[in-house]
């Protein structure tokens, strides 16, 4: 079992930055592929952002630019930076963690981007 835990979410103004951070259990988690999620009510949810064992990220074309994923194995955490932050990424945000083809899910952490 893997543990996920998000942190880091709270109220910014449009074109501000925020930065949230997941950690993820285990002695393994330099092999998880780490992803950042985000749904809003009424809507599925929609990777964000992931990235794998060997650091190589992808992203989705509405934050290619502004968000920037990164992980510290040393820390078992993953983070996911976001510059110039509009309304529209206002979104509850949740870190997922796979690994042996199991996927870990957190509770999520809201995101609030005010115009």
């Known amino acids: 079992q893997v543990h996920v835990v998000e942190s880091g979410g709270g109220l910014v103004q449009s074109g501000g930055s925020l930065r949230l951070s997941c950690y993820a259990s285990?002695?393994?988690?330099?092999?998880?592929?780490m992803g950042w999620y985000r749904q809003v009510p009424g809507k599925q949810r929609e990777l964000v952002a992931e990235?794998?064992?060997?650091?190589?990220?992808n992203y989705a074309d509405p934050v290619k630019g502004r968000f920037t994923i990164s992980r510290d194995n040393a820390k078992n955490t993953v983070y996911l930076q976001m510059n110039r932050m509009k309304p529209e990424d206002t979104a509850v945000y949740y870190c997922?963690?796979?690994?042996?083809?199991?996927?870990?899910w957190g509770k999520g952490t809201l995101v609030t981007v005010s115009s």
């Open positions: 285990g002695s393994v988690f330099s092999i998880y592929v």
């Open positions: 990235i794998n064992s060997v650091g190589s990220a």
């Open positions: 997922n963690a796979e690994v042996y083809g199991k996927h870990y």
